[in-house]
């Protein structure tokens, strides 16, 4: 949400210069675990607390999700699927839906600003305000359609995986709060270690096709899941194999040069024009006049 | 509970019905996660809906509201045709062997004894035959067909598979399941754990819900066992603190009876409440009633109380009626009632049919409201158009609000369903001129008693000779009233006199002034004070029991005994005796939680619920309560029968009771008080053909946090649920508004359309249930929206009165 003047900072948006990297934190992943989770919206509560966010007293619109939708104010919700991946078996699948943290975050990659995303070392992806021209690229850059950008401030918002708590060595507070467990932290290395036995114990419960949900995609994200139906990622509006959209790719990739020519060819030519034609007068008198209002 | 939340980490086997502990338990329902992720266990749920519980279980059955004792009843008969039950637990720990009276009979809906026009029971010919001895008589072989065992059997085996899917919809190889699923627990080294709460208190036949279930865990060798137990997970933070102080009319504080008209004498009234044990050897605890008795009387008015005046027994009401909560606002109705003082209470929302409630609250001169919020009852009187309709201009009460501190803005003790008492600390001041609920009884009582002192008035010596010790007489702190709560000795306490030397001095084991250690210690000649005989021991000489943070577990087994104090005496798991064998070796050794050592029951897990000195050969009983020292499966107590039986709800969507066709006059629990004027309320199933059920939200608690806008963001506005056919049927979209009614009032909220209702066969015909969360109201921060209770039938449970808001009929239409 802000810059904390970390040292920590392996990539940032729209900058060529090197991160400020001198300092380097492990890598972190938060886990959530779909079957302990109950959807009872404490973690959802604890992110509004934590980041004092209060969100609009929405409605009910036929459904448990509450607010139905990620928002600007509500960094991350529950979202409730009613399905049947056999005949006749009912399940309702809750997962947590927010910020995934990808390992190679599509955000930070389209976003034009300079610095508005920053990636730290610890995987987190975090949006810095003061940076940020609220453009949208950034929704455009996500494969899980994560940022909202409020209509009060024109800025980006999403989880910050508690980049201000985690970065004093205390675990998210949605971590925290879970009642059940279902959310853990610690070490990526660790998490996809306890996510894959965990995996395992809901494949012997008789969830055959139970994993983790990491998707290289993105190069693996510090946000992952235990599914208990990972070949259908989908049932519960997962993408199944989340990639950058080719358009980013493609305006940081094949456009990006073409547009930095053009930017250089620009400046180039203007360098000849003012050389040539001498320096654009502006309208002095229009300025001036506005100068001369009473103060 | 019986256990406790952390003991649930140690079942195999998790049951929950009536009751979604996942949705309305989500802190303890840890221990469930605990033990499916380490010890494997399974969780299998059964409810109308797939909640939030099922979300997370192994195995999922619907089964249609107000059905549970069908359900449970095949249970029964399951576990019983198919010899799947712990057979020497049962021997050994119910009064299975025992005989029942000759003239005992069930017929067709009615167990003997029956009186249409009281609509009771005289119980003569309920209960135990009696030998010249004075004790049980009882057949070991438990052939004799008057054995408890045998009638048991013989009233269960009509509960048959076919029979249980017609009446409770659940379709027969589910129900099946279920009975094999839980079955598996009758092995030795098996436990399961049932979580109940609302669901199945909530209905004419609650106190019989739980007792069935009661039963299935004793067959099943379940109960005073690590991971099993009958477990109520209690609705508010300290709810189980008020049953326990017994804040009500039918009981003094630790489950006292309270005296009735009947009781004119102390005598009398200790008689009757003092057992002789029913069996060789019994301890029969409750033979120290006269000794908490008298110590409560000292606790209420100190050095007033003497032998003198029978302990002022006198001063003490004598219950002539029923003052339950329908009872009260019954009389309220009748206009019999003139004042209410209304403390951490909003009927108008909490009591079923709200027009009857408002009619009654019409009725008062003056109503006082105690509380931290603005609670709907506050505003009776206000007019919120189609949510509260009334005219202010024809209504006189007159309404006076005192704001209180809520619960983090004052000290004090919580209890919670493991009956752990916890102190906790102020977090901050309460705001503006919000006072603890204390301040304001004791200003009202010093206020009182000047006035008895100055105008006098019938009977001032109550409020006159009350005990009132505080320091400051206006502001009583929670330290003072816990340590009153748990006693003190007046005079010193001696040591039983040595059956060895009975002349030689005795020792004085506590001296007078000193904190009773223990309610074991109680004396009846009024030498000693205490509040509530079962929260002694919780705040002794050492300090404040309640306030222990330690969070070791010496054993692994979930025990945390310095952690608070739990009630009775710190044990954690109650009837702990029956986790043993007849020799006094645990049933499961890798659950070794009290174990015979030869001399003693001491230095197991927990504390033993047990003479600690009485070995095994002595044959004393695992239920120390009971003057028969064994747990009961033939409950003479229960006011509709001895033997639990299906009776449909008030509102039924069968209309006929499908164990007795034969009989109109026992479709409904024969022995449930209905007053005159709610009979006419009831709707037909004709006029209101769905089966509705009440429930609470995750995001909510009760009224309160609608007030709150942080649970009012995750759960903003009212809404009823209902499965897709019935919507298809109804032309019900998600997302629109429609209009519930029932014969009593009516609702309009945001119709949730699911999967997760289904209609469910029920004897040929398909019942379709509707869902209808109660938290919203016409005070608070979330959208307005119309009070639950407009809908809920005026009846309670034949037992306890608990209201029947779980099962009651409905219409449903689009707005």
């Given amino acids: ?295 | 509970m019986t256990n406790s939340w952390t003991d649930i980490k140690n079942t195999d086997l998790v049951l929950i019905m009536g009751g979604n502990a996942a949705e309305a338990h989500p802190c303890g329902f840890k221990w469930v996660t605990e033990a499916m992720q380490h010890r494997k266990a399974k969780l299998v749920v059964v409810d109308p809906r797939f909640t939030r519980s099922a979300a997370v279980a192994d195995y999922y059955a619907p089964i249609r509201v107000g059905t549970d004792i069908a359900f449970l009843g095949g249970v029964i008969n399951y576990l019983l045709t198919n010899d799947k039950i712990h057979r020497d637990y049962v021997k050994l720990n119910t009064d299975s062997t025992f005989l029942v009276k000759e003239g005992f009979a069930f017929d067709n809906g009615f167990f003997s004894g029956y009186n249409e026009d009281k609509r009771s029971y005289d119980k003569a010919t309920w209960g135990y035959q009696l030998g010249e001895d004075g004790y049980v008589k009882v057949d070991d072989s438990m052939q004799d067909p008057q054995c408890v065992f045998q009638q048991m059997k013989k009233h269960y085996s009509r509960y048959t598979p076919e029979l249980v899917s017609k009446i409770t919809g659940t379709p027969k190889e589910q129900f099946l399941k279920v009975c094999e699923l839980m079955a598996g627990t009758a092995a030795t080294n098996k436990v399961m754990t049932i979580c109940y709460a609302l669901g199945w208190t909530q209905h004419s036949v609650g106190s019989q819900n739980i007792r069935t279930m009661a039963m299935i865990q004793l067959l099943l060798g379940n109960m005073g066992r690590p991971g099993g137990g009958i477990n109520a997970l209690r609705g508010h933070a300290n709810v189980q603190g008020i049953t326990d102080m017994c804040a009500y009319s039918e009981v003094l504080s630790g489950y006292l009876g309270a005296p009735t008209d009947a009781d004119d004498t102390r005598e009398k009234y200790l008689a009757a409440r003092t057992p002789k044990p029913l069996r060789p050897n019994q301890m029969a605890f409750s033979q120290n009633f006269p000794k908490w008795h008298t110590s409560l009387m000292k606790a209420y008015y100190g050095a007033a109380a003497t032998p003198e005046n029978d302990f002022a027994y006198d001063w003490v009401p004598k219950r002539d009626g029923a003052y339950d909560i329908l009872a009260m606002f019954e009389r309220m109705h009748q206009g019999k009632i003139n004042g209410f003082i209304c403390q951490g209470f909003n009927p108008l929302a909490a009591v079923p049919n709200k027009k009857k409630l408002s009619a009654a609250f019409i009725k008062l001169k003056y109503l006082v409201i105690m509380d931290p919020l603005e609670t709907e009852t506050s505003e009776f009187w206000k007019n919120y158009g189609p949510l509260n309709d009334v005219d202010p201009t024809k209504i006189q009460t007159e309404v006076f609000r005192f704001p209180t501190s809520c619960f983090a803005e004052e000290t004090g003790s919580f209890t919670n369903s493991s009956r752990v008492i916890s102190w906790k600390e102020k977090a901050v001041d309460p705001p503006g001129e919000a006072k603890p609920d204390s301040e304001i009884m004791a200003r009202l009582f010093i206020k009182l008693r000047e006035m008895y002192a100055k105008e006098g008035g019938a009977l001032p010596e109550p409020i006159a000779g009350l005990s009132w010790p505080y320091i400051n007489a206006n502001t009583p702190s929670p330290m003072e009233v816990l340590r009153e709560i748990n006693g003190r000795a007046i005079a010193d306490v001696l040591a039983p006199p040595d059956p060895k030397d009975p002349k030689a001095p005795r020792a004085v084991v506590v001296k007078a002034g000193e904190q009773m250690p223990n309610f074991a210690l109680l004396q009846a000649d009024g030498s000693t004070s205490c509040g509530n005989w079962i929260y002694a021991g919780c705040w002794t000489q050492a300090g404040n029991m309640t306030a222990r943070r330690d969070n070791a577990d010496p054993t692994g087994l979930g025990v945390f005994p310095n952690w608070g104090f739990a009630w009775p005496a710190n044990r954690r798991i109650l009837y702990n005796r029956a986790s043993a064998d007849a020799n006094g070796k645990p049933w499961d050794p890798s659950r070794k939680y009290l174990a015979w050592n030869g001399t003693s029951w001491a230095g197991g897990a927990d504390i033993p619920d047990m003479r600690p000195d009485a070995a095994p050969e002595q044959g004393v009983g695992a239920f120390i309560m009971n003057p028969e020292g064994v747990a009961r499966l033939h409950a003479v107590g229960m006011n509709e029968g001895p033997f639990p039986e299906h009776y449909e709800p008030f509102e039924t969507p069968v209309g006929v009771n499908l164990m007795c066709p034969t009989n109109p006059k026992a479709v409904s629990n024969p022995a449930a008080r209905v007053y005159k004027g709610d009979l006419e309320a009831f709707g037909k199933k004709e006029e209101f053909p769905y089966a509705a059920t009440t429930y609470r939200l995750t995001e909510h608690l009760h009224y309160w946090t609608k007030h709150s806008r942080s649970n009012a963001i995750v759960q903003p506005s009212p809404f009823v649920e209902i499965g897709e056919e019935l919507a298809k049927e109804k032309g019900i979209k998600q997302g629109d508004q429609v209009r519930v009614r029932s014969n009593r009032g009516e609702v309009i909220a945001a119709c949730v359309v699911t999967k997760r209702m289904k209609g469910l066969d029920v004897n040929g015909k398909k019942v379709h249930h509707v869902g209808i969360p109660i938290h919203w109201g016409f005070k608070g921060v979330t959208h307005n929206g119309y009070l639950a209770n407009a809908l809920t039938p005026f009846v309670g449970d034949a037992n306890s009165q608990t209201p029947e808001f779980k099962a009651f009929l409905v219409n449903i239409e689009k707005v």
Avoid at chain 1, 151 to 159: E, I, L, S, V
Wanted: with cysteine; net charge negative.
């Fill in chain 1, 1 to 295: 949400m802000s810059s904390l003047q970390s040292q920590d900072v392996v990539a940032r948006s729209a900058t060529t210069t090197p991160s400020p990297s001198v300092r380097s934190t492990p890598q972190i992943a938060k886990l959530i675990d779909e079957s302990k989770c109950i959807g009872c919206k404490a973690c959802q509560v604890a992110c509004m607390n934590w980041n004092d966010l209060r969100d609009d007293i929405g409605e009910n619109i036929g459904v448990y999700d509450n607010p139905a939708d990620l928002t600007p104010s509500s960094w991350t919700v529950m979202k409730f699927f009613e399905v049947e991946p056999e005949n006749g078996s009912l399940e309702w699948l809750i997962r947590k839906d927010g910020c995934m943290h990808c390992e190679d975050p599509g955000c930070l990659k389209a976003c034009p600003a300079p610095g508005a995303i920053v990636k730290y070392s610890n995987g987190i992806v975090d949006f810095i305000s003061e940076n940020c021209i609220g453009c949208g690229y950034c929704v455009k850059g996500c494969p899980f359609d994560v940022p909202r950008i409020s209509a009060k401030d024109n800025k980006a918002y999403k989880c910050t995986l508690c980049s201000d708590r985690v970065g004093v060595g205390l675990e998210p507070a949605c971590v925290k709060t879970c009642p059940t467990g279902a959310i853990t932290f610690g070490s990526k290395d660790d998490m996809v270690t306890y996510g894959e036995k965990r995996a395992g114990e809901l494949q012997e419960r008789g969830f055959k096709n139970a994993g983790l949900y990491n998707p290289q995609g993105v190069g693996g994200t510090h946000v992952m899941y235990v599914l208990k139906h990972a070949d259908r990622p989908e049932l519960e509006d997962l993408p199944a194999n989340p990639t950058i959209s080719p358009m980013v790719s493609l305006w940081k990739g094949i456009a990006k040069p073409l547009a930095v020519a053009g930017m250089v060819g620009a400046v180039v030519a203007g360098f000849f024009h003012y050389m040539k034609v001498g320096p654009v007068e502006s309208d002095e008198k229009s300025e001036g006049a506005d100068e001369k209002e009473p103060s």
